[in-house]
């Protein structure tokens, strides 16, 4: 089959200690934008700013050392790349992949009557602002690791199942942001089951106890005139909560979302029905 090339560009400064744990989840959260297209990685070229002089050979050999471990991981070894002298430390991955045109995903694609189904819990942000606190316990670091390091491998699959319609990555916008995203792209509405939504349980502990990041404030901000429904402020802060590294949000078929889910599962995702696009305007009901 002919096949396009895709490439995609991120890169982000550290959100936790272990500087081969920082590498690991960078290059996964730059490798999702390859899966949320339907496309299979095949090689990767890394990103590096590193304050010289101020951050010790080792640390930075670390950093570099974990992306380099998903990129094989995923298929994309790292080929290259480019280095500067930065302030902070800053490391992400060129992706490149290839997918069949026909096959190709994108955001803007829903049709009215998809079941929505989202692939990660969220929380990774909630989590983060508490790991700066001091805050955060043990378990819960695990599940952010483990989360944010796993690979979204489930969208080249899912690309190739005829009743999928649209795919995006859920990140720094938070669930609403995106989903709001893929409504307007659409021209249609989304209706949001929000007790379906999968949530770290340490993450809803965590925003009881007032724990949230700045950022959902800001992306509520730029949302909520499109939302309707009653919310409670730990609703929204979870909601908006935004996401490195985060799930698949996928719009397909009502008949489709049972293979969708075993697609999901068989990669060790706990994916989830949240809801359903509608007819339009593009608003969204909670």
Known sequence: DDQALVATTDFFMPVVDDPYDFGR???TNALSDIYAMGASPIFSLAIVGMPVGKLCTETIRKILDGGRRVAEEAGAPVAGGHSIDS????YGLVALGLVHPA???????????DVLILGKPLGVGVFSAALKKGILPADDYAAMIASTTRLNRPGAELARQGGVHAMTDVTGFGLLGHLAEMCRGAGLGAVLDRGAVPVFPGAR???AEGVKTGASGRNWASVGAMVDGALSD???DILCDPQTSGGLLVACAAEAAGDALAVFRAHGHDAAVIGRMTGGPARISV
């Open 25 to 27: 989840i960078a290059a």
């Open 87 to 90: 302030v902070e430390p800053i």
């Open 103 to 113: 096959r190709l995903k994108r955001n803007s694609t829903a049709r009215a009557g």
């Open 205 to 207: 502990r965590l925003v």
């Open 234 to 236: 730990a609703e929204r």
